[in-house]
């Protein structure tokens, strides 16, 4: 529960202190931080009669006084205009102001010089500058995510943007934790490099007195990777409920959008996957595809008991009992059939698409050896007319990244066939992958076979045979994390920041993946933690990846590559 409870309880306090009427106003970013915590009828039971955007909220001339209005913000130059108009001519009672991050002392003195007519009750600043999705796994929403992998002399400015707000995050995160961590980074990343020396600036420099808890107990990790370490797992298909969803539909701030689907009635167009709100979701997020048809047809069945019994109504009893009842039969009967409507459509992509063969190739180009056999599947794929032009590319990546250094004849072969095969297909994109997340440039041990340990445990795999083919892939995040808890992650390739080092026992980690995390790696970290090591780990990072944006972020950086004189 950790994040979702910091979040939480940031929005309480901000709310449960002005009585009466309120309107909250956000902007695009906080929106987001509150929808994912806070449902709209949590929102009505703290008296908050309507929502707003700050930018639309800045054009209406309306005059609200009977309401009082509280603001939550992140602390942008932009966001400080929208409240210098707002408080030229007020349009509520009062107004309480929220940050969710530092301000600087000039935005201070702009809104104290702002306020000539003295509606500002106060301004605070409460650390929810994250989108808290799950209790272990915050994302920031970061726009431009594609930026990470450009060299700084490319864009530099629209790079501090990206850099400031990914230090704005973690540095959240540490404060609603109310911890200052030892900080390490990935050797061979230069933005995670940048952004650890960022973060520890701003800790243990400039804000140096804000983060100091004086606490005894032993400092937290954080470890900031870069997401081109581990570009096969975001380039996979998923067959485990939430990452699924993800990948075939779409999830965003926890909602997923099925408006494109066809005839879907008007309640469930937009559905909302929580964990905190939703139990069976909670239950199952984490289970494979074949087990949630199994569990939501007990669903089902339980749910049709329910509404059979509903049906014998014969005293005035029975009906004081089920109107009793209603509000928790209704949101049952909706639960049922947002997840029976979304497993039906997975169903149906899965089968259009030709998923089981395609996965089934991946799953093995991901874990397995055999270079001939990976080879001659992929070739058979594409010269398959049901195998859709996306998914080619991607089982040519994900040949690619196994096998550049053995077979570039054949390497240059899938790529022809794949330029014959797809007009759309962006000539150059599977070399440029190479070049953003080749085997030079990574750390990690991707595929199990640079570590003899490794290549001992994969051995052992093999022998004892795979539970279910279709998810045998572990992220390289699993090896991190383990590495974590044995002590074993070597400061030579994840160095330390400045002279602050590891000293007694970790526990409690935050790794930071630069460029995005997936919800596999999410699901990693939730099945870490109930595994009970002594040590809690949280994952963050700039978006949640699904394989469509990721490949649309490598176009996009590719795009600007081609197009700047600065990249070679």
């Not at 540490?174 to 973060?199: G, V």
């Not at 298909?237 to 066809?262: C, F, P």
């Not at 009635?265 to 139990?279: C, I, R, T």
């Amino acid at each position: 529960m950790v994040l979702v409870s910091a979040v939480r309880d940031y929005i309480n306090r901000m709310l449960q202190d002005i009585s009466g009427m309120k309107v909250l106003i956000l902007d695009s970013q906080t929106v987001s931080i509150v929808s994912v915590a806070y449902s709209q009828s949590e929102l009505l039971q703290k008296e908050v009669f309507l929502v707003e955007l700050v930018d639309s909220i800045s054009k209406s001339k309306e005059s609200m006084s009977h309401l009082k209005a509280v603001f939550f913000l992140r602390p942008t130059s932009e966001n400080i205009h929208h409240l210098r108009r707002q408080l030229a001519s007020p349009r509520f009672g009062e107004y309480h102001l929220f940050f969710s991050n530092m301000l600087k002392d000039t935005q201070i003195h702009i809104l104290a010089d702002s306020d000539e007519q003295e509606v500002v009750q106060q301004v605070q600043e409460f650390y929810a500058d994250f989108v808290a999705s799950d209790p272990f796994h915050f994302s920031l929403n970061v726009p431009s995510n594609h930026l990470y992998m450009l060299p700084a002399v490319v864009d530099p400015s629209n790079l501090q943007n990206f850099c400031d707000r990914v230090v704005d995050g973690i540095a959240a995160i540490f404060l609603a934790l109310k911890r200052r961590p030892i900080i390490r980074y990935q050797r061979t990343s230069d933005i995670a490099k940048r952004i650890a020396q960022e973060t520890t600036k701003l800790m243990y420099q400039q804000e140096s007195g804000l983060f100091d808890f004086r606490r005894t107990e032993f400092s937290p990790l954080l470890l900031v990777i870069d997401r081109r370490d581990d570009p096969v797992t975001p380039l996979l298909n998923q067959w485990t409920y939430q990452a699924m969803l993800h990948e075939l539909i779409g999830i965003q701030d926890n909602k997923v959008d099925l408006r494109s689907i066809g005839k879907i009635p008007k309640d469930q167009q937009e559905v909302v996957l929580s964990s905190e709100q939703d139990a069976f979701f909670k239950a199952n997020m984490y289970e494979n595809f074949g087990d949630i048809g199994m569990n939501i047809k007990r669903l089902v069945d339980e749910f049709q008991q329910i509404a059979k019994s509903n049906q014998t109504i014969q005293t005035i009893e029975d009906m004081a009992k089920f109107v009793d009842n209603y509000p928790e039969y209704r949101k049952m009967h909706g639960n049922v059939s947002k997840h029976v409507t979304l497993v039906t459509e997975m169903s149906k992509i899965v089968e259009e698409h030709k998923l089981m063969l395609v996965s089934q190739t991946e799953q093995d180009l991901a874990c397995n050896g055999g270079q001939v056999a990976a080879f001659e599947a992929v070739t058979n794929l594409l010269n398959n007319e049901s195998i859709s032009d996306i998914d080619c590319l991607r089982l040519v990546m994900l040949y690619a990244l196994r096998y550049e250094k053995e077979s570039p004849v054949q390497l240059m072969q899938l790529f022809n066939k794949l330029a014959s095969r797809s007009p759309k297909y962006k000539p150059g994109l599977v070399q440029f992958l190479l070049k953003q997340a080749g085997v030079d440039k990574r750390t990690g041990d991707l595929y199990g076979n640079r570590d003899l340990l490794n290549i001992a445990r994969n051995m052992a795999r093999g022998l004892k045979g795979v539970e279910n083919v279709y998810t045998q892939h572990q992220p390289l995040l699993f090896q991190t994390m383990e590495s974590i808890t044995k002590g074993r992650l070597r400061d030579v390739d994840y160095p330390y920041i400045g002279n602050h080092f590891q000293q007694g026992r970790l526990q409690e980690v935050v790794i930071f993946i630069v460029g995005g995390t997936t919800y596999e790696e999410s699901r990693s970290v939730a099945l870490q933690n109930a595994s009970n090591s002594g040590i809690r780990f949280i994952l963050g990072g700039s978006v949640v990846l699904n394989s469509k944006r990721f490949l649309k972020d490598l176009e996009e950086a590719q795009r600007i590559a081609r197009s700047s004189p600065a990249v070679v």
